[in-house]
């Protein structure tokens, strides 16, 4: 009996869970048993294991082989564990324990000549790999800079089995970490080409000052879809936390680039009218992958004509934008991804849309019908609302518009006010601050806060409408470089909350 050990790491959401693979070789026919919970890739993998052992100038055992992953009832899903298994194999066939493997991750997909392809998830692997305590991670070539960005844990790359063979038998050496590229910036949106709209020209410079979402309606044609567009150009860039987490998630669903994977900029995620459920929140057979709410994580998530889409897609984003994550459970386990994105709806205001609104045609059922999609209760959760008019012929005639550049040193005075105001509170946007420390550390004096008081008294907002109005307030008072909100401030946060077309 012979017996070798490797280890890999199993992904679930973005967590991993280091994963034992022990391979067995024992008198009886020959033949490949897996066992552990393998998923249809994982069982797969028997072939293209033996197959690139094969081809590398190794031999295959020709006896009963028992391929072990453990935990046993962690559901294992995948092709990354494919180097660790041929390891595994190697290890046990040879009766050789090298001391390189006992203290090494291994991430990879073989092909059938035993080269190594990239896989997804690297960078939360390497990241359990860490926490761990393990000293060394071994990862696809093509998959080295993303591993890379993940300090404080030696990080190699490989390009075949038999170069990573050679390696544990100290006769080669792997590629080392690599600094990642620069991701050359995608040329954004200027602000300045939205030809007239002043008042949603201000709301979306305050929807990125203090990360709210935002509610566009209007005719086509007026500027709905250009102002989310140009959002994500005022917003400022990512932090290194944030970069990886962005990152991480992108990883898990495969949209990394392989030479500069580390996203620094706010990602825009904009889902077509048409999307299911499980596209925005994600979803799948298994362990389920991160949706546009994860992939748009410290970004912008814009849904255009939301008018369009299903009621159930609609509600589903409920959960995101009151706990900045989602939580999805599937066969394989419960994944948790976070989404703490900004939220952009635009819309018609009726399903004709004429550009002229006095040309309208439709019924007031039709209309009824067409504003009902958007609920009481989520669009009770989005901060500012604005109604776009058609603009008039006036606006052929240059004007000196203000650009992306001069409203987004603004948005970063602002986000930098509202950062040292909540530091202590761990809370980094006004979005983010919850409604019994805005009224109780932060309250307003009472003069300040009547027209919030009289709207409540009247019926015309709820309570979660008069914390996300203080909010805005607050981040009208940033903007305005004053360190608490004046009554006017709260009369035009009330304002953006009782306008638009859908509420």
Same mark, same amino acid.
């Given at each position: 009996?012979?017996?070798?050990?490797?280890?890999?790491?199993?992904?679930?959401?973005?967590?991993g869970?280091?994963? &034992?693979?022990? #391979? @067995?070789?024992?008198?009886?026919?020959?033949?490949v048993?897996? =066992?552990?919970? %393998?998923? /249809?890739? $994982?069982?797969?993998?028997?072939?293209?294991?033996?197959?690139?052992?094969?081809?590398?100038?190794?031999?295959?055992?020709?006896?009963?082989?028992?391929?072990?992953?453990?935990?046993?009832?962690?559901?294992?899903?995948?092709?990354?564990?494919?180097?660790?298994?041929?390891?595994?194999?190697?290890?046990?066939?040879?009766?050789?324990?090298?001391?390189?493997?006992?203290?090494?991750?291994?991430?990879?997909?073989?092909?059938?000549?035993?080269?190594?392809?990239?896989?997804?998830?690297?960078?939360?692997?390497?990241?359990?790999?860490?926490?761990?305590?393990w000293?060394?991670?071994?990862?696809?070539?093509?998959?080295?800079?993303?591993?890379?960005?993940?300090?404080?844990?030696?990080?190699?790359?490989v390009n075949?089995?038999?170069?990573?063979?050679?390696?544990? &038998?100290?006769? #080669? @050496?792997?590629?080392?970490?690599?600094?990642?590229?620069?991701? =050359?910036?995608? %040329?954004t /949106?200027d $602000?300045?080409d939205?030809?007239?709209?002043?008042?949603?020209?201000?709301?979306?410079?305050?929807?990125?000052?203090?990360a709210?979402?935002?509610?566009?309606?209007?005719?086509?044609?007026?500027?709905?879809?250009m102002?989310?567009?140009?959002?994500?150009?005022?917003?400022?860039?990512?932090?290194?936390?944030?970069?990886?987490?962005?990152?991480?998630?992108?990883?898990?669903?495969?949209?990394?680039a392989?030479?500069?994977?580390?996203i620094?900029?706010?990602?825009?995620?904009a889902?077509?009218?048409?999307?299911?459920?499980?596209?925005?929140?994600?979803?799948?057979?298994g362990?389920?992958?991160?949706?546009?709410?994860?992939?748009?994580?410290?970004?912008?998530?814009?849904?255009?004509?939301?008018?369009?889409?299903?009621?159930?897609?609609?509600?589903?984003?409920?959960?995101?934008?009151?706990?900045?994550?989602?939580?999805?459970a599937?066969?394989?386990?419960?994944?948790?991804?976070?989404?703490?994105?900004q939220?952009?709806?635009?819309?018609?205001?009726?399903?004709?849309?004429?550009?002229?609104?006095?040309?309208?045609?439709?019924?007031?059922?039709?209309?009824?019908?067409?504003?009902?999609?958007?609920?009481?209760?989520?669009?009770?959760?989005?901060?500012?609302?604005?109604?776009l008019?058609?603009?008039?012929?006036?606006?052929?005639?240059?004007?000196?518009?203000?650009?992306?550049?001069?409203?987004?040193?603004?948005?970063?005075?602002?986000?930098?006010?509202?950062e040292?105001?909540?530091?202590?509170?761990?809370?980094?946007?006004?979005?983010?601050?919850?409604?019994?420390?805005?009224?109780?550390?932060?309250?307003?004096?009472?003069?300040?806060?009547?027209?919030?008081?009289?709207?409540?008294?009247?019926?015309?907002?709820?309570?979660?409408?008069?914390?996300?109005?203080?909010?805005?307030?607050?981040?009208?008072?940033?903007?305005?470089?004053?360190?608490?909100?004046?009554?006017?401030?709260?009369?035009?946060?009330?304002?953006?909350?009782?306008?638009?077309?859908?509420?």
């Open positions: 009996m012979s017996l070798g050990r490797a280890y890999s790491v199993a992904v679930r959401g973005l967590d869970v280091i994963v &034992e693979i022990e #391979a @067995d070789i024992s008198s009886g026919l020959p033949g048993h897996l =066992v552990g919970l %393998p998923d /249809a890739a $994982l069982q797969e993998s028997r072939d293209r294991v033996r197959a690139a052992i094969t081809n590398c100038g190794a031999n295959w055992p020709m006896s009963r082989l028992t391929l072990a992953l453990s935990p046993a009832t962690l559901r294992k899903v995948g092709s990354a564990y494919d180097l660790a298994l041929a390891s595994a194999v190697l290890s046990a066939n040879t009766k050789t324990a090298w001391a390189r493997l006992e203290k090494t991750v291994l991430l990879g997909e073989l092909s059938l000549d035993a080269r190594v392809r990239p896989v997804h998830g690297v960078l939360p692997a390497v990241l359990a790999a860490k926490q761990e305590g000293p060394t991670v071994v990862v696809p070539v093509d998959n080295l800079a993303e591993a890379s960005l993940i300090d404080g844990i030696e990080v190699l790359g075949t089995l038999g170069q990573l063979l050679a390696w544990f &038998e100290n006769k #080669a @050496d792997l590629a080392a970490r690599i600094a990642a590229g620069e991701r =050359v910036a995608e %040329p /949106a $602000l300045a939205v030809v007239g709209q002043t008042q949603a020209r201000y709301a979306v410079e305050v929807a990125a000052a203090g709210h979402h935002l509610m566009l309606t209007g005719p086509p044609g007026t500027g709905k879809t102002l989310a567009q140009r959002l994500p150009g005022l917003l400022p860039p990512l932090s290194h936390g944030e970069s990886l987490e962005v990152t991480a998630v992108h990883s898990v669903a495969g949209l990394l392989s030479d500069t994977p580390l620094t900029r706010p990602p825009f995620v889902p077509h009218h048409t999307s299911s459920v499980a596209s925005l929140v994600g979803g799948g057979s362990m389920a992958r991160p949706g546009a709410v994860s992939r748009a994580h410290r970004g912008v998530l814009f849904l255009d004509e939301f008018a369009e889409m299903g009621t159930s897609a609609l509600e589903a984003l409920r959960t995101p934008l009151e706990d900045g994550e989602i939580r999805l599937r066969r394989d386990g419960v994944a948790c991804y976070p989404a703490r994105f939220l952009v709806l635009a819309a018609n205001p009726c399903p004709c849309a004429p550009p002229n609104p006095v040309d309208c045609m439709c019924s007031a059922q039709a209309k009824l019908r067409y504003r009902g999609k958007l609920s009481g209760p989520l669009v009770d959760r989005v901060d500012l609302r604005v109604e008019n058609p603009v008039s012929a006036g606006v052929f005639v240059p004007d000196a518009a203000e650009s992306s550049a001069a409203v987004r040193e603004r948005v970063a005075v602002a986000r930098f006010a509202a040292e105001r909540w530091r202590s509170h761990g809370i980094r946007t006004n979005a983010e601050v919850n409604g019994p420390l805005l009224r109780r550390e932060f309250r307003l004096p009472r003069a300040t806060m009547a027209p919030l008081q009289d709207a409540l008294d009247r019926g015309l907002i709820s309570m979660r409408g008069a914390d996300r109005c203080l909010r805005v307030a607050w981040t009208l008072a940033d903007l305005a470089g004053r360190t608490s909100p004046a009554i006017a401030d709260v009369a035009t946060a009330l304002s953006f909350r009782q306008a638009g077309g859908m509420s």
